[in-house]
Structure formats: C-alpha cells, structure tokens
C-alpha cells in the first residue's frame, strides 16, 4: 500500500506536481501520425499531463504542438485556419509558426505590429513509428528518441492504436504490469468459448498462481512470472517495464520445438489529465512475416475499429453503459461477460473510480512487480528533485523483447530467455 501523501505523489501529473515534471523529462507519444494526414490539413486537439494543447501539420509538413489557447484573447487555436505555414487565429488573425513565434497580426496596422514580441508555448515533436511523440521537460535535459524496436521496423511490420480511459494513469499501468489477473481476468471457462480469452486448457491456466520475479534494470525493470506444469516444466511469462508509463509482452504464446513466432506487443498509459489517460496500444513483428489485416483489427482485444470510435478514440463498452457486461456469457463463456480483452482491463481499472486510493489496498507478494514500480516512481521524482535524471531516459530500453516459453525441468529462465529478451538493435538515428 502507499500512504495517502504518496499516492497524490505519484497520481498528479499536472504541471508544476512532482510527479508532472518527472514524467515532463521523458518523450510521450500525443497523437497518431494519422491524425495530422497532410500538410495544412486541420488541427487536432491534444490533451497531456493537464495541459490542453492543439496540434498542426503546416505547409512543409513540419508538426507543431501548441498551447491551446491564443495569447491574445484566449481564444482556442482548434477553430484556427492551418496557411502557408501557421496556424492563424480566426478571431483577430494572430498566426503562430510551429515553434510558437507569433508570425503576423492582421489587427494591427503594419507600423504597430509587435508580433516578434509575442510567443505561446510550443513543444519539440518527432515522428516515430506511425506516432508523434513531444519532449515538455527542459530543452537541457532532453532525452535520446524514443526508439522501441517497434518504431524501427518497417510500417507492414507494425500497427498501433488508441482508447481512452476514464481513471487514473497509474491504476491503468498497474494492470498492465500485472500478470497474476491476466489467466483469471481474462480466462474463458469453457473449453468451447467462442469469445476470445486466455483458453482454459492453456499453460497460462494451467499454470495456476505464478511466482514473480523481478530484475532491476536502467529502464525500470523486466521480470517473469514462473508457473509450474506437469513433469516439472515451467511456463514463463516474461515482461518489461520501462519507465515511467510503458510495458511490453509477449503477443503470443510459442510451444517448445516451434519456430520462433516474431509478435510483440505492448501499451503505454499517458495521463489525459489526473482522471482521464490515453491507452496506447502496439504490437509489431521483429521476423520476416508482416503483421496481417486480422493483426490490425485487433478483434480480441478491443481496442480496433469495431470497438473504439476512431474519431474520439472513446471505447463503445464504457463505464457509462457497463461495458455491455452480459452476465449470461459470464456464467458460460468467459469469467467476466464482457467482450474484448483490453475492455476487461479498463472495467476493472475504471471500476475502482477516478483516483484510487492505496491506503486501503491489502497487497501480496503476487503483487511484487507492482510495489517496484511504485518505488521506482517515487525514487524518479526524488532524483528529478534532486537534478538528476530518472530512470528510463537513457537507450537501454531499445533492445527490450518480452518472451514466454514452456521451459524443460532445471532450466533456469534467465539462461534461457535473456539472450531472446536483449537481442542487438541497431536504433534509427533520426525520425522516419
């Protein structure tokens, strides 16, 4: 559990918190590539760590991320005319480039102009993998780019997607980085289920209750959850997680003797504001085989089209409307009668309510993945408050792969999967 004090610390991401401006030193994605087309095509607004925001594609194809909000009369930038280079404000015709300089006032007579006094917040962008990330700590303390392995491979190769939440950042990635839920949660209870779910004959079920354990690492930590099976092989689950928002694991299992499956996954939980974040979800092939149409649907996990509004990115099963949990399906398919297993993940997390708090938590050592990362958070704001850097602003994390295997008897899990967890990558240098 965490005292009250420490859960408003690691929860407030607005600016000036502590855990806000720790969050501030790392590169988060703001919006899909695909929501800005073109060039001049119209702006989008972006909302991060409480800060609302518009973003623009301009003449050259450059992209700019602005304070919402015209610094002349506070009118919102989103109703803008995105011309020849600026977002210009439909209200007095203020234009702003995409570094933030106020480039023209048509209000003014030519001889009054002070635009070159004028500048609204603007924030550095890339373009990586299919996604626009945004740096909004200090210029100084800037990170190497956010270069998963995911945003190195070619766009056949690679599908990502968004949903929103309605809670909080931090119980959202607390139940991505949890692997003990993931066979009950979302476990069919038939073998004959035609919903999707972890299948009840699976090592995963099998399995039963795993042991966690957890290494640390320079990008957070990577750990494994081990399950016994019969003849005293185990089942191994391994996953990373990379400071401070992001987890990765396997796509899919592999059976021993089985060549290689090359799927990859994971999310990123980025806080909308301090009750609200943007799930970010990718999977991405390392192999030869490019990732199929059914790949990008993302029919199981509910998070695709015929789940999520894909102009709002707001999930059709939501707390407003419980999740369509159909309680016929849960006494005979599925154990929780909700579709989608991502949509399980978010019923339970939006379930607990806005924020939660973890003074009333009652934790076990199934849960030890979770206390490190409340630790390494905490540890992450003292070191920012101290002027250091945190962890997970280096590269170590480029090389991270999340494996499962069913292991012989006396094969330890570290011999065997860590030289497939850290394989040699060689980053892009710039963004595609």
Known sequence: MLIREENELV???GPGTPMGETMRRYWIPALLSQELPE???PPVRVQLLGERLVAFRDTQGRIGLLDE??????VSLWLGRNEESGLRCVYHGWKYAVTGACVDQMNEPPECSFAHKIRTKAYPTVELGGTIWTYMGPAEKMPPLPSFEWTQVPESHRHVSKVWEECNWLQALEGGIDTSHAPILHRTISATATRPGVPLLGPFVR???PTLEVDGTDYGYRYAGVRPLEDGKTYVRTYHYVMPFTQIRPQQFRLPGERMRTKIAGHFWVPIDDENCMVWNWMYSFGDEPLTEE???ERGSGNGPDHVD???FRSFRHKGNNWLIDRHVQKTETFTGIDGINTQDRAIQESMGPVVDRSQE????????IITARRLLLQAVKTVQEGGDPLGTDTSYYQARAIEQILPKGVAWRDALLPEMYPTIEPMAAAD
């Open 11 to 13: 929860t407030r991401t």
């Open 39 to 41: 060039p001049d095509c």
């Open 69 to 74: 909000f015209c610094p002349h009369r506070l």
């Open 207 to 209: 399995g039963g209750a």
């Open 295 to 297: 790949d990008r649907l």
């Open 310 to 312: 894909q102009n709002t």
């Open 362 to 369: 009652h934790l076990g050592p199934a849960d030890r993945a």
